[in-house]
């Protein structure tokens, strides 16, 4: 006799019929959302009180919580998981979760995974960003590719808790991103490990003006990378993120502790020198406080003597102002705090030697003489890491 279907299902004697549901380990925007703030929940359990921004370890999750409490949409969805009021009040009223992840300005649901499914194609893009070249889209790195960076984002985070880095303001892109340097983001350690940006000239109405501009290669503590652009980097470090200082500062400073008393064992490291330009090209010879801050291992006059002939010298000879022997210090460091220091007030002109080649000297500043000696005696007694130069005053100035 024939059986049934309901006969045939019910005799599965050995369980080939019972198909096991996969579930998808893909995690949804609303995911990603949630577990960020649950974070912050357990944060607020252990320690009942919400993160602070004055401890380095704790920053990023009060970094995180600050742009939820701003983002109406994002405490919307967050509300009903928010046990301990930690994101106040919410005002406005959001129809859709669509409404809540298209409005991700900072890009914290681009974290993990294939994000392909989750890409709206109907749906406008928020106003914030700058059309197609906002930000770039990160990708997710295979664990074979991020292990070697995970161990970077582990130290880092071990050296600020033990106070060899520090978290600081990050106001000048151009100055302060740098290839090979970290930087805090939206709550995440990034690293900038490419950086294609080159100074091209940019027309405005107020003027044309030279600016870096290209794409890096930017990788997160979140196993993503990015080619996002130089400029859009910058942005979002600046809006809600912080420069994380290397390790190698507070060595420096032991560098050049004891660089101004010279005994007999001391070997002189070289001369840091100041000079003054002789260019007859207008555009030069009208600014005023315009010196060349360098460091040379032989005699600055040997150093100079082909002047007319380098760019570095501004294809002009040079007038000798003054001249300091140094001791005891890593020479390449002394010359990069120096530059570093000065780094807002540096020359930005473009210059061509005679078969028509472009050079962009670095190592001239706009700044009173008086300064800059200054700074020389701060660097040699090891104080300098408490100034800083402010440009507006043409000063150095207590930090």
Known sequence: MAKSIEDI???????????????????????????????????????????????????ALFSRLKEFKANESRKQLLKTFDRHNLLGETRTKIETLDDILNDDDFGLLNNEGDNSIFEFKHTPLNSSRDKAEYIAQRQSMSEKEFVRYDLMFKQVHQELKEGKRRLEDFKNAEDNLVEGNFYLVDGLLCYLKVSKAEKVLKENKSGDRMRLEGRTITIFENATISNMLFRSLGKAIHKNGKLITNP?????????????????????????????????????????????????????????????????????????????????????????????????????????????????????????????????????????????????KQQVVLK
């Open 248 to 392: 190698d500062e507070n060595i420096e400073k032991q560098l050049f502790q004891n660089a101004g008393v010279v005994k007999e064992e001391d070997i002189e490291s070289g001369y840091v020198y100041i000079l003054k330009s002789k260019s007859e090209n207008p555009e030069i010879s009208k600014i005023e406080n315009l010196y060349k801050i360098g460091f040379s291992k032989t005699l600055v006059k040997d150093r100079i003597k082909n002047a007319k002939k380098e760019a570095t010298y501004l294809f002009a000879d040079v007038e000798i102002v003054d001249s300091v022997a140094c001791y005891n210090i890593n020479i390449k460091k002394f010359e990069s705090l120096l530059h570093r220091f000065f780094a807002e007030v540096c020359l930005d002109i473009d210059l061509y030697d005679n078969v028509g080649q472009r050079y962009i000297p670095r190592e001239w500043f706009v700044v009173p003489l008086e300064e800059i000696k200054m700074v020389i005696d701060l660097l040699v007694n090891g104080n300098i890491i408490h100034y800083k130069y402010d440009n507006q």
């Open 9 to 59: 299902l019910n005799d599965d004697e050995f369980g080939l019929l019972d198909a096991k549901v996969q579930k998808s380990e893909i995690k949804t925007d609303e995911d990603r959302l949630l577990e960020s703030f649950e974070e912050i929940n357990d944060f607020f359990e252990k320690k009942r009180r919400e993160p602070q921004p004055s401890s380095m370890s704790e920053y």
